[in-house]
């Protein structure tokens, strides 16, 4: 994949409509681990309200595919 994002239901009040129930945020750090490549996240004023199509956040991908093996959340 030429890039990609995760986008998340935010609750950042400087955003409205669909800035803020699919705010943009690209990784911060990626690691390499053999063959897979772990990707860090900060998703700054997540709401995680189901609004973002009835869910809490997306992996958005451009120009490629990318085969995702694990996705966890820490607050």
Do not use: C, M
């Amino acid at each position: 994949a030429d890039s990609f994002a995760v986008h998340y239901d935010s609750a950042d009040p400087k955003l409205n409509g669909i800035q803020q129930t699919f705010r943009s945020a690209k990784p911060d750090r990626t690691e390499k681990h053999g063959e897979w490549t772990t990707a860090h996240f900060t998703l700054p004023l997540p709401r995680f309200e189901n609004r973002s199509n009835g869910s809490d956040f997306r992996l958005y991908v451009s120009g490629g595919e990318i085969i995702v093996k694990e996705v966890s959340l820490r607050k």
